[in-house]
RNA sequence: GGUUCGGUAGCUCAGUUGGAUUAGAGCAGCAGCCUUCUAAGCUGCGGGUCAAGGGUUCGAGCCCCUUCCGAAUCACCA
């Protein structure tokens, strides 16, 4: 039981023997008391004022003379102002809580069992004609925090990722390789297999170009002159023999996919990503017509003249959505809902979850109705993680105009920017090898990129900048990194001269304004997972981390671990340093952000 | 035009279910602090009509309405 459960307790006690009523766990507001007023804990009385027929500052007196009488374990002093019952906490709670956090490795972690509810989680979702960008990035690094925060609130969780592996823009890329490619594979090339697609995706666009620009020459209409150049008409022929099974283009789309595969395996890797299970398109394309047709005999869909199948959601307030075109084929929708077919037979879906941009806002909502309609019960409550572009400060990234940010590029960049940054202060360190210099490296740099981008509400566009790159003073994955790196420095040397924490921390040392506020912030962590959770809100425990370590930071400027001469108050501190670290490598790994030992 | 989401300091962003005369950080600028547990740190200074107006109430950056600005979307593309 948290401390501000056993108040909230204590008080609804206090108010139906000091009122005779009973009132809802609501009407006991509890919150975190203003720095300028003593106290830890603040009680607002106001909407008690109706139970206790009081003034305000009768009512909160009332109370907290109950509280301080009836809890001196929990409460210690109390003082009124206005409507506002200021608590000061007892001691040993906060002590308690240290204990707690050092002997819990999962302090503010809710427990997952069989029994949990399931959650799948879809993010990445990449194409297979060309790498990874910047945008990816944000999706994949918000996907895998979302999923650690929702473990973490108590969630079978299961990571999937959905790649759209077929299509015309795959049959480019391969037709261009095919004319253009002399056999060059990424063997021969020393290139990493999703950046060689690229860039035949690239070739094939260039030649197209041309084409068409000759036909337009020749007097064609523009729009003609697009369907009728005849390199689409060649990509345009291979998606109808890959779409027949034709043995040599299945090939070729077998080879060549394999290769972007390896590719994007090094940089999920590197980004410190991963799947629980993956679905690829090519399989779950046809399952939707399935589904519709369903839909359809049950009268929720209905045909056009032409053939086609629409669902018409005017009574909803959207408009109509074609479902399967004249010919028969799916469209982007039919493969979303024959996706989920296929999810639900393989896991007993509760809730899911799909991290996709905001620009696919409409859409999710269709979903939603759809799969609603067609009988998913998760359909109706279904989540669009809908995250906002990442802007560059010359406008949106375009792969045509050359302003894409390529995913393995900045991850390279920003580990090497942390390599420089960091030689002359890491040669300090004593007995540091290359080797390790280079890991802690990599592991800033990532953790600069990762809480950079992380930092941020996901609904709001971002900014990045990649001339000033990312900070490293300041707000920013660094700085919480190299609090905790401090605090290691400080335990280890304790361990060196023979300090240990003792299993019961001493109650009666006097604790220091600036040491019971870091043991408050402490005491937040639970509380902002649960709202982490709630709200799908990763950002929210990237922002707890800054303010505990920048807490931190204050504490080990005006105090002193190894040097106070006083046991008990080392041992506490000792433990408030350690509780700190534990809690920011916990929150900082529920953001996939490493921390290093040193740096 | 419809729908959805945004607008907080020069810039990038926080701001819990509405709470306390003075709305917070960081960056950038200026000024201090390293024989002392890691200075990627700490301290101080300046910087705001919370887009605008109205409403709800004991109380609004937060809730409701209107307006302005910005983004996305409304395809037989994915």
Same mark, same amino acid.
């Given at each position: 039981m948290?401390?501000? *459960?056993?108040?909230?307790?204590?008080?609804?006690?206090?108010?139906?023997?000091?009122? #005779?009523? %009973?009132?809802?766990?609501k009407m006991i507001q509890l919150q975190e008391t203003r720095p300028e007023f003593e106290g830890e804990l603040t009680l607002v009385v106001f909407p008690l004022l109706k139970t206790s027929k009081k003034a305000p500052e009768a009512t909160a007196q009332d109370l907290g003379a109950y509280l301080t009488e009836k809890c001196p374990e929990l409460i210690s002093k109390f003082n009124v102002v206005k409507g506002f019952l200021n608590l000061s906490i007892a001691a040993e709670q906060?002590?308690? @809580?240290? %204990? /707690?956090? /050092?002997? =819990?490795?999962?302090?503010?972690?809710?427990?997952?069992?069989? /029994?949990?509810?399931?959650?799948?989680i879809e993010y990445s979702s990449p194409n297979t004609n060309k790498p990874l960008h910047l945008g990816h990035v944000r999706n994949n690094l918000l996907g895998w925090a979302l999923a650690q925060v929702m473990e973490a609130n108590g969630n079978r969780v299961v990571k999937t990722n959905i790649v759209n592996d077929r299509g015309i823009h795959i049959c480019k890329s391969m037709l261009a390789w095919q004319k253009?490619? =002399?056999? &060059?594979?990424? *063997?021969?090339? #020393?290139?990493?297999?999703?950046?060689?697609?690229?860039?035949y995706y690239v070739?094939?666009?260039?030649?197209? +170009? &041309?084409? !068409?620009? $000759?036909?337009?020459? $020749?007097?064609?209409?523009?729009?003609?002159?697009?369907?009728?150049?005849?390199?689409?008409?060649?990509?345009?022929?291979?998606?109808? +023999?890959?779409?027949?099974?034709?043995? *040599?283009? +299945?090939?070729?789309?077998?080879?060549? =996919?394999?290769w972007v595969y390896a590719g994007f395996d090094e940089t999920y890797k590197a980004l410190g990503v991963g799947f629980d299970k993956i679905y690829y398109e090519s399989d779950t394309y046809l399952e939707g017509r399935e589904k519709v047709e369903e839909g359809l005999e049950k009268g929720f869909f209905y045909r056009r003249e032409d053939g086609s199948v629409w669902a018409d959601l005017t009574k909803e307030g959207l408009d109509e959505k074609l479902l399967l075109r004249s010919d028969g084929t799916s469209v982007y929708m039919t493969q979303d809902i024959g996706t989920a077919k296929l999810r639900f037979q393989d896991?007993?879906?509760?809730?899911?979850?799909?991290?996709?941009?905001? /620009? $696919?806002?409409?859409?999710?909502q269709v979903l939603s109705i759809l799969l609603d309609k067609l009988?998913?019960?998760?359909?109706?409550?279904?989540?669009?993680?809908?995250?906002?572009?990442?802007? @560059?400060?010359? #406008?949106?990234?375009?792969? +045509?105009? #050359?302003? !894409? !940010?390529?995913a393995d590029d900045l991850v390279a960049t920003m580990i090497e920017d942390a390599y420089k940054m960091s030689e002359d202060k890491i040669k300090k360190l004593e007995g540091i090898t290359e080797e390790e210099t280079r890991e802690i490296a990599r592991i800033v740099g990532m953790g600069a990129l990762k809480y950079f981008i992380l930092k941020v509400d996901a609904r709001k566009n971002m900014l990045f900048d990649p001339e000033e790159s990312i900070d490293f003073n300041g707000n920013t994955g660094p700085f919480i990194q190299y609090t905790y790196a401090r605090i290691r420095s400080i335990l280890r040397k304790a361990a060196e001269q023979g300090i240990a924490i003792p299993e019961t921390l001493p109650t009666n040392t006097e604790l220091s304004e600036k040491e019971i506020s870091l043991i408050q912030h402490l005491n937040g962590f639970t509380a902002t997972l649960r709202q982490a959770g709630a709200d799908y809100n990763p950002a929210s425990i990237a922002n707890y981390c800054y303010e505990l370590v920048k807490e931190y930071n204050q504490f080990y400027h005006d105090f002193s671990v190894l040097r106070e001469e006083n046991t008990d108050k080392q041992a506490v501190r000792l433990a408030l340093s350690s509780a700190v670290a534990k809690v920011v490598k916990n929150g900082m790994s529920l953001l996939g952000i490493e921390v290093p030992e040193r740096m």
């Open positions: 948290s401390i501000q *459960e056993k108040i909230i307790a204590a008080a609804l006690s206090g108010v139906k023997e000091l009122y #005779g009523a %009973e009132v809802p766990e906060w002590i308690k @809580l240290l %204990e /707690e956090i /050092e002997h =819990n490795p999962k302090f503010g972690f809710l427990p997952v069992t069989e /029994e949990s509810p399931l959650v799948m253009y490619g =002399n056999g &060059e594979t990424p *063997e021969t090339s #020393g290139k990493k297999g999703d950046h060689l697609i690229g860039d070739a094939f666009d260039k030649h197209y +170009r &041309e084409e !068409v620009k $000759q036909l337009v020459a $020749q007097g064609m209409d523009e729009e003609k002159a697009k369907q009728e150049a005849p390199l689409i008409k060649e990509a345009h022929d291979m998606l109808v +023999r890959w779409e027949q099974n034709d043995p *040599e283009v +299945r090939g070729l789309w077998k080879t060549m =996919n394999d896991f007993p879906i509760d809730k899911m979850i799909y991290v996709v941009g905001n /620009e $696919q806002n409409y859409h999710f009988g998913f019960k998760w359909g109706k409550d279904l989540v669009h993680f809908s995250y906002g572009m990442v802007e @560059l400060p010359n #406008g949106k990234m375009k792969s +045509r105009e #050359g302003t !894409v !940010v390529d």
